[in-house]
């Protein structure tokens, strides 16, 4: 007796040949790399020319004027790279120094230093302008915590960020505040991460606590320190939320940061093109700097792979 015929599933018609499946599967990142390019390419024309948004019929092509005035006319700019610059370098360091100091205090696996690590982590999931509005709440003079508690200490009436004298340090509070976890999740992976038989040996041997950190710990968690900084440095160097939120830039030109700045000059300047152009200089300095931290991490990985 015959067995019955099983009726086959028609073929599907929709196929890809081989040689254009990698076309296909980078389709996404083109995308993507396409809605990145077309606002850069239009921040960099609008930089060659003169262009408000209060006077469009004049708009025109100066072809770098707004880079001249600058580098040549303009103190205030040196005073925006200065300030960005300044406020990224403390910053960093700061959260470096704090994040490292807290991962190094938890990197013994337990109940306890988990639960502390996870409680840790709750000022990153706040909005940076959240945290921003939440301690300027805390730094009033009237009816803030910090106030009070720094009358505590003598400090009467501290102006916080209403002082040009305070208010850069006041940013950078909340910066680590906000920050620092970032840092020390990274770093705490990092160490937790570490092969565990050079330590093992170094206490067979009774190497003192700090011979072990400068020689062992610290050249083998370099990588994940110089990516911790990376990130950080080039988000510091573009802060606008934390900044904008406290203080708007100000008092006076006390905070105006490169983000500040050209957030006004857009808005209340309407200077398109001076706006585009600080924009396109921010963009360069974070290029060269990425650029020096990579560098840097490939050597380093180049080191440990010709060592081991």
């Not at 006077?55 to 100066?62: D, K, M, T, Y």
């Not at 700019?77 to 960005?84: G, P």
């Amino acid at each position: 007796m015959a067995s019955p015929s099983i009726p086959r599933k028609p073929a599907s018609r929709f196929r890809i040949s081989r040689k254009m499946l990698p076309y296909v599967l980078s389709l996404p990142a083109l995308l993507v790399c396409i809605g990145i390019l077309i606002p850069f390419v239009t921040a960099v024309i609008y930089s060659f020319q003169r262009y408000r948004l209060s006077q469009p019929w004049s708009r025109q092509f100066n072809w770098g004027e707004n880079y001249y005035n600058f580098l040549f006319n303009d103190p205030g700019f040196w005073n925006t790279l200065k300030i960005s610059l300044l406020y990224a370098g403390i910053t960093v360091t700061l959260e470096l120094l704090l994040g490292l100091g807290i991962a190094l205090l938890l990197q013994k696996r337990s109940r306890v230093n988990n639960f502390i690590s996870i409680m840790l982590l709750l000022p990153l999931m706040i909005a940076p302008a959240l945290a921003a509005l939440m301690w300027k709440l805390m730094t009033n003079p009237g009816f803030g915590i910090l106030s009070y508690l720094a009358s505590w200490v003598g400090l009467h009436n501290f102006r916080w960020a209403s002082s040009p004298d305070t208010a850069l340090l006041t940013v950078v509070l909340v910066d680590i505040w906000v920050y620092t976890p970032f840092i020390m999740i990274l770093l705490l992976a990092g160490l937790r991460s570490l092969p565990t038989q050079p330590f093992e040996a170094a206490a067979l041997d009774g190497v003192p606590r700090t011979f072990v950190f400068f020689r062992i710990t610290l050249p083998m968690l370099t990588p994940y320190i110089l990516t911790a900084t990376l990130f950080r440095l080039l988000d510091s160097i573009q802060q606008f939320d934390i900044i904008y939120a406290m203080t708007q830039g100000g008092p006076g030109n006390a905070l105006t940061v490169f983000q500040v700045e050209a957030y006004l000059n857009f808005f209340q300047s309407t200077n398109v093109g001076r706006s585009a152009a600080l924009m396109v200089i921010l963009w360069a300095i974070t290029y060269l700097l990425s650029n020096i931290f990579i560098k840097n991490w490939l050597r380093l990985r180049e080191r440990a792979r010709g060592e081991a």
